[in-house]
């Protein structure tokens, strides 16, 4: 049994930055793909303690169009509705509600 690896692309800003910063993983799920960039945290290779996700896409090569995957990665159950952010430190994933 073979697993589907695809590509994704998350977008995220670093505390403290004007600038936000993107990174591509090649991966099974959005999940996986967030997870080796808590291990990129946790090592010292992101240059800050804490990071906002922007947005996490996969790349459908059918369509030739990135398909964003944002907040059913995590199971949350929230829809892509923007009224909620992903804040990844080393120490722990925070989903976060901005819609008030």
């Known amino acids: 049994m073979s697993t589907s690896i695809d590509v994704y692309k998350i977008k995220f ?21 967030l997870k080796d960039l808590n291990y ?29 995957q944002d907040m059913n990665l995590l199971n949350t159950g929230y829809d892509t509705d923007n009224k909620h952010r992903i804040i990844l430190s080393k120490s722990n994933v925070v989903i976060d509600d901005i819609s008030n």
């Open 40 to 68: 990129a945290m946790q090592h010292n290779m992101v240059s800050s303690e804490r990071i906002t996700i922007i947005n996490i896409s996969m790349y459908n090569r059918y369509s030739v169009k990135w398909e964003r």
């Open 13 to 33: 800003k670093c505390d403290g930055w004007f600038c936000s910063s993107t990174r591509y993983y090649s991966a099974s799920s959005a999940n996986e793909a």
